[in-house]
């Protein structure tokens, strides 16, 4: 069974840094494509940053270069957030989600919270 734990929420000042992190167990496929999404109270889920196999990332504007995403080299199956410079409006539940390749479902994981507020 597939299995997808965030960790590393919390709150912090305006301004402010956080790591989130993001562990994949349980399949028997290769990871394609991680990804990290958030949802503010009352809003919908949005995408905020994802990593490919090959490396290559993308970002939503409204978190570039505040915000990058990496994996673990040595433990492919982990992500992570490199948040800096937060801001009140990065306050959310941070999900990760995750795509095999060759496994037509996509995994979530339960979110973690990230409040930034002085």
């Known amino acids: 069974q597939v299995q997808v734990v965030e960790s590393g929420g919390d709150s912090v000042q305006p301004g402010g840094s956080l790591r989130l992190s993001c562990a994949v167990s349980?399949?028997?496929?290769?990871?394609?494509?991680m990804y990290w999404y958030r949802q503010p109270p009352g809003n919908q889920r949005d995408f905020v940053a994802n990593?490919?196999?090959?490396?290559?990332?993308?970002y939503a504007d409204a978190v570039k270069g505040r915000f990058t995403i990496s994996r673990d080299n040595a433990k492919n199956n982990t992500m992570y957030l490199q948040m800096n410079a937060l801001k009140a409006e990065d306050t959310a539940v941070y999900y990760c989600?995750?795509?095999?390749?060759?496994?037509?479902?996509?995994?979530w994981g339960q979110g973690t919270q990230v409040t930034v507020s002085s």
């Open positions: 990593i490919f196999h090959t490396g290559s990332t993308y």
């Open positions: 349980g399949s028997i496929f290769r990871i394609g494509a």
């Open positions: 989600n995750v795509d095999f390749v060759g496994d037509p479902l996509s995994y």
